[in-house]
């Protein structure tokens, strides 16, 4: 046993300068963050379902970094970066953004948080009696081990109060007013014949606007027929069946995003006028 101890080697975690990867805010990490899958890390940090709206929204004659909406809430939020301990001056644009925005949601990234400046955020959310307006406070880092690439990690430090049982509440009523797979959403008509992505002979047939597919002669769901076609296991259906070069979900995002940005342009000439 101790020679087998003994041949264990570990490596150690080596933190990153962040301006070493992102050398500047907008040009750099904004353009980053912006990206599917890292806004989707942010997004599992502080349990959110984030679909990007617009980057570097005019506001005026300023402009908010990062703009999205959460799928569970249908609420607008706003993202604000710092590569840098925090400051006032960012403090007063997330307040100035976000009233011209009129997001329910801000998120103010830092590499360091003040007390001062985490004390603020606290009392902004202490405000909010109605649960309406959130504020988080997310640190983020980057580490490595030896010659890896650099892995960022977000941390939260101030979230809004009862935030947990908050999203809890705002989950089980997604779910219970959402269908688990609507095709209409992703503008495939019934009838329609899906491929899945990984072997374009294996087909399926829309059946219902629900969730019902034909696939093998049997009504069943994509998630189902994916399980099978995977040898097993829980998987998201719609990432994995396309339509005209697109999967369901992709689709369905696609069509999403572009109704939220109309609704949100819409929303802004009014707010002009």
Same mark, same amino acid.
């Given at each position: 046993?101790?020679? $087998?101890?003994?041949?264990?080697?570990?490596?150690?975690?080596?933190?990153?300068?962040?301006?070493?990867?992102?050398?500047?805010?907008?040009?750099?990490?904004?353009?980053?963050? +912006?990206?599917?899958? !890292?806004?989707?890390?942010?997004?599992?940090?502080?349990?959110?379902?984030?679909?990007? #709206?617009?980057?570097?929204?005019?506001?005026?004659p300023f402009r908010a970094d990062i703009l999205c909406k959460d799928r569970n809430s249908d609420r607008l939020v706003l993202i604000e970066? @710092?590569?840098?301990?925090?400051?006032?001056?960012?403090?007063?644009?997330?307040?100035?953004?976000? +009233?011209?925005?009129?997001?329910?949601?801000? &998120?103010?990234?830092?590499?360091?948080?003040?007390?001062?400046?985490?004390?603020?955020?606290?009392?902004?959310?202490?405000?909010?009696?109605?649960?309406?307006?959130?504020?988080?406070? #997310?640190?983020?880092?980057?580490?490595? &081990?030896?010659?890896? !690439?650099?892995?960022?990690?977000? !941390?939260?430090?101030?979230?809004?109060?009862?935030?947990?049982?908050?999203?809890?509440?705002?989950? @089980?009523?997604?779910?219970?007013?959402?269908?688990?797979?609507?095709?209409?959403?992703?503008? $495939?008509?019934?009838?329609? #014949?899906?491929?899945?992505?990984?072997? @374009?002979?294996?087909?399926?047939?829309?059946?219902?606007?629900?969730?019902? &597919?034909?696939?093998?002669?049997?009504?069943?769901?994509?998630?189902?027929?994916?399980?099978?076609?995977?040898?097993?296991? +829980?998987?998201?259906?719609?990432?994995?069946?396309?339509?005209?070069?697109?999967?369901?979900?992709?689709?369905?995002?696609?069509?999403?995003?572009?109704t939220t940005e109309a609704s949100f342009s819409g929303n802004m000439d009014e707010n002009v006028s």
């Amino acid at each position: 046993m101790s020679e $087998i101890m003994k041949a264990i080697s570990l490596s150690r975690l080596e933190k990153v300068d962040l301006r070493d990867i992102w050398v500047s805010e907008p040009q750099d990490f904004t353009p980053w963050l +912006a990206q599917e899958e !890292n806004l989707t890390l942010l997004a599992e940090t502080l349990n959110l379902d984030l679909q990007l #709206v617009d980057v570097e929204k005019n506001v005026g004659p300023f402009r908010a970094d990062i703009l999205c909406k959460d799928r569970n809430s249908d609420r607008l939020v706003l993202i604000e970066n @710092q590569l840098e301990t925090s400051d006032h001056v960012h403090l007063g644009q997330i307040l100035t953004y976000a +009233a011209g925005c009129k997001t329910n949601i801000m &998120i103010w990234i830092v590499k360091k948080f003040t007390d001062e400046h985490r004390a603020a955020l606290d009392w902004l959310n202490s405000l909010s009696e109605t649960g309406e307006i959130h504020f988080f406070g #997310v640190e983020i880092e980057l580490w490595k &081990i030896e010659n890896s !690439n650099p892995a960022p990690k977000f !941390n939260i430090v101030i979230q809004p109060n009862g935030w947990k049982n908050q999203i809890a509440k705002t989950t @089980q009523m997604s779910v219970e007013r959402r269908p688990v797979c609507r095709f209409s959403l992703a503008k $495939i008509p019934l009838d329609a #014949v899906l491929h899945f992505k990984s072997d @374009q002979t294996k087909t399926c047939r829309v059946l219902d606007d629900e969730r019902s &597919i034909e696939f093998e002669g049997q009504r069943t769901t994509l998630s189902a027929a994916t399980s099978k076609l995977l040898g097993g296991g +829980a998987y998201q259906g719609t990432r994995y069946w396309t339509y005209e070069g697109e999967s369901v979900d992709e689709r369905r995002r696609r069509f999403d995003k572009e109704t939220t940005e109309a609704s949100f342009s819409g929303n802004m000439d009014e707010n002009v006028s």
